[in-house]
């Protein structure tokens, strides 16, 4: 199932994260679109029937197999549905052939049509591998420069020579790339003892932790990633020496330093840390950045209802990764040759019951539970994975910011079937950590009670802890379901969505697959917020903004 992110925040004037706000002044409303949902394929259009036509030997390009290079001009003349190409990066594609395929439908491919796509790609799809999907329907080059990337790479590369050299045994400071201030720009630094290496970011950030640092060291290749905000900053070498597996980080959080410590394989002194890589020493925005992936094996697979379930995947030992709420990750299989990637938010093993301390960080496994679909191309690919394969994990991406759930007094979330899952870790957040909230009501709609997931925890939690309260609401229930019946309609929603007071600050979060958000999204639904003297309506009116990613639909209703 593919699932969206939507953000809405009705704080007057202040904006939320980075990709859209609306603002109410005197019941007025501004929205902006980013980017698309999806919409129902026709039979006989899903990815593997795509995969099937690009396998066929059918010349999808129409230029029998020649690559040509493309003038902007030339460019523009193909932007109709029956003769469509795009560039991306610098590539022009004739996508005509894949517009009955594509999950977003033929208008947002539309969008590109006979243009440089490259931004709004970015936007929408960054995480797919369009090399891959479309590597049959390549045209040729653009005649002019890239605009984008290559920029950049080319910025990188020119620093690569002065990499080589050394001065006094240490590698030199390199240029780091940046589009924010100097001032601010991180740094780093290393020292070594007989034993260790230890390399000493500067971050130049207050409030550094845990889940803002991603280190990856193998086979003598370190990668340490330090998230900021939009941006990130990159240490990145193949290391002079061996290296043992296990990799220690020390985070100074008030001054923003960060130590990554290796142990060496030999007790011998290093002259140099090692050779940069592309990316190395480098401060740009994550979404020029890309994905990185690393191979997690699968330890465990447990059963959670009939056709859902509970994977457990162990990061490597050289990996430090921690997924923060309300983010994801993207899983990479190679399908029929072709490289398939899908989001996932990962969720805790179980729903702690006792929340007198925070819990501690499991920087070992990730847990992701996944419903198994019988015609799903990719989950069926995962239900046959065996314990001890191993698939590839990407790092955390993701736009929320856990001060929402902090300055809130009142929390609902709805969730439609496995849009369950990136409630877990922020049901267990909001009770843990915020002390501020005053209810955190779920309200679960599923078409059967055998549907239900982590029924029987839910309950338990809700008996104890006073402050959290489960609705489940079944569209199918049996003859024998003394609970509520139907499907998220603003009469529905009207007996849940209240406050706690009168003035109370209220997060709503919905999540679950297209139709279920469309519906409390799109004009359809109204959110009732209801106290003693009077009622607040909130009527979201047509226009969102949707993400191809498995993450949480955010809304902030104040007074």
């Known amino acids: 199932m593919q699932l969206m992110l939507y953000v809405l925040d009705l704080?007057?004037?202040?904006?939320?994260?980075?990709?859209?706000?609306?603002?109410?002044?005197?019941?007025?409303?501004?929205?902006?679109?980013?980017?698309?949902?999806?919409?129902?394929?026709?039979?006989?259009?899903?990815?593997?029937?795509?995969?099937?036509?690009?396998?066929?030997?059918?010349?999808?390009?129409?230029?029998?197999?020649?690559?040509?290079?493309?003038?902007?001009?030339?460019?523009?003349?193909?932007?109709k549905k029956e003769d469509c190409w795009i560039c991306i990066r610098g590539f022009v594609y004739n996508v005509t052939p894949y517009m009955e395929y594509h999950p977003?439908?033929?208008?947002?491919?539309?969008?590109?049509?006979?243009?440089?796509?490259?931004?709004?790609?970015?936007?929408?799809?960054?995480?797919?591998?369009?090399?891959?999907?479309?590597?049959?329907?390549?045209?040729?080059?653009?005649?002019?420069?890239?605009?984008?990337?290559?920029?950049?790479?080319?910025?990188?590369?020119?620093?690569?020579?002065?990499?080589?050299?050394?001065?006094?045994?240490?590698?030199?400071?390199?240029?780091?790339?940046?589009?924010?201030?100097?001032?601010?720009?991180?740094?780093?630094?290393?020292?070594?003892?007989?034993?260790?290496?230890?390399?000493?970011?500067?971050?130049?950030?207050?409030?550094?932790?845990?889940?803002?640092?991603?280190?990856?060291?193998?086979?003598?290749?370190?990668?340490?990633?330090?998230?900021?905000?939009d941006h990130s900053y990159l240490v990145e070498v193949d290391l002079d020496h061996a290296v043992s597996e296990d990799v220690a980080v020390n985070i100074a959080e008030k001054v923003g330093k960060v130590?990554?410590?290796?142990?060496?394989?030999?007790?011998?002194?290093?002259?140099?840390?090692?050779?940069?890589?592309?990316?190395?020493?480098?401060?740009?925005?994550?979404?020029?950045?890309?994905?990185?992936?690393?191979?997690?094996?699968?330890?465990?697979?447990?059963?959670?209802?009939?056709?859902?379930?509970?994977?457990?995947?162990?990061?490597?030992?050289?990996?430090?990764?921690?997924?923060?709420?309300?983010?994801?990750?993207?899983?990479?299989?190679?399908?029929?040759?072709?490289?398939?990637?899908?989001?996932?938010?990962?969720?805790?093993?179980?729903?702690?019951?006792?929340?007198?301390?925070?819990?501690?960080?499991?920087?070992?496994?990730?847990?992701?539970?996944?419903?198994?679909?019988?015609?799903?191309?990719?989950?069926?690919?995962l239900d046959h994975l065996q314990i001890g394969d191993y698939i590839s994990v990407s790092n955390p991406e993701g736009n929320f910011k856990k001060s929402q759930v902090q300055t809130s007094e009142d929390l609902l979330l709805l969730a439609g079937g496995t849009g369950f899952t990136p409630m877990v870790k922020l049901l267990n957040f909001a009770l843990t950590e915020v002390s501020c909230l005053r209810t955190v009501k779920l309200i679960f709609f599923n078409k059967t009670e055998d549907d239900i997931l982590w029924r029987s925890q839910l309950e338990q939690l809700a008996l104890k802890d006073e402050r959290f309260e489960v609705q489940f609401i079944l569209s199918q229930p049996s003859k024998d379901w003394v609970g509520k019946e139907g499907k998220i309609s603003s009469c529905l929603l009207s007996e849940f969505v209240k406050r706690s007071r009168r003035d109370s600050k209220v997060l709503i979060c919905i999540c679950g697959p297209t139709p279920f958000t469309e519906q409390g999204v799109q004009g359809k639904v109204e959110c009732r917020c209801l106290s003693k003297s009077n009622e607040v309506v909130l009527k979201i009116s047509e226009g969102s903004w949707i993400l191809p990613r498995r993450d949480t639909r955010f809304y902030c209703i104040n007074p």
Request: net charge positive.
């Open 259 to 381: 130590e990554i410590i290796l142990n060496k394989k030999d007790n011998i002194h290093w002259k140099m840390l090692g050779q940069p890589r592309e990316g190395h020493n480098t401060f740009i925005k994550r979404t020029v950045r890309g994905l990185f992936f690393r191979k997690c094996k699968l330890v465990s697979k447990t059963e959670v209802t009939h056709d859902t379930k509970l994977f457990c995947l162990m990061l490597p030992k050289g990996t430090h990764l921690c997924v923060p709420t309300g983010q994801h990750v993207y899983l990479k299989q190679i399908i029929a040759g072709t490289e398939v990637v899908k989001p996932y938010t990962p969720v805790l093993p179980f729903l702690p019951l006792d929340f007198q301390e925070p819990p501690r960080h499991d920087s070992v496994h990730i847990y992701l539970m996944i419903k198994i679909y019988s015609l799903g191309l990719f989950t069926q690919a």
């Open 11 to 79: 704080r007057l004037g202040r904006g939320f994260e980075n990709i859209c706000c609306l603002e109410t002044l005197l019941g007025k409303q501004t929205w902006s679109k980013v980017a698309l949902s999806n919409v129902p394929l026709k039979p006989g259009r899903s990815l593997m029937d795509w995969i099937r036509l690009t396998k066929s030997g059918k010349d999808l390009t129409g230029l029998k197999g020649r690559l040509i290079e493309v003038t902007e001009d030339e460019l523009s003349k193909h932007n």
């Open 104 to 229: 977003g439908g033929e208008d947002e491919l539309m969008k590109a049509a006979g243009t440089d796509g490259t931004d709004l790609f970015d936007q929408v799809h960054r995480w797919v591998n369009y090399e891959s999907m479309l590597k049959e329907c390549l045209v040729g080059r653009m005649a002019v420069k890239p605009i984008a990337a290559p920029k950049v790479l080319a910025e990188i590369s020119s620093t690569l020579s002065e990499d080589k050299k050394q001065l006094n045994g240490v590698l030199p400071e390199k240029k780091v790339l940046v589009s924010s201030s100097k001032d601010l720009s991180p740094s780093y630094d290393w020292f070594q003892t007989d034993s260790s290496i230890k390399i000493v970011i500067y971050t130049k950030q207050k409030d550094m932790n845990a889940e803002l640092v991603i280190v990856d060291c193998q086979e003598k290749q370190l990668r340490g990633e330090i998230i900021m905000d």
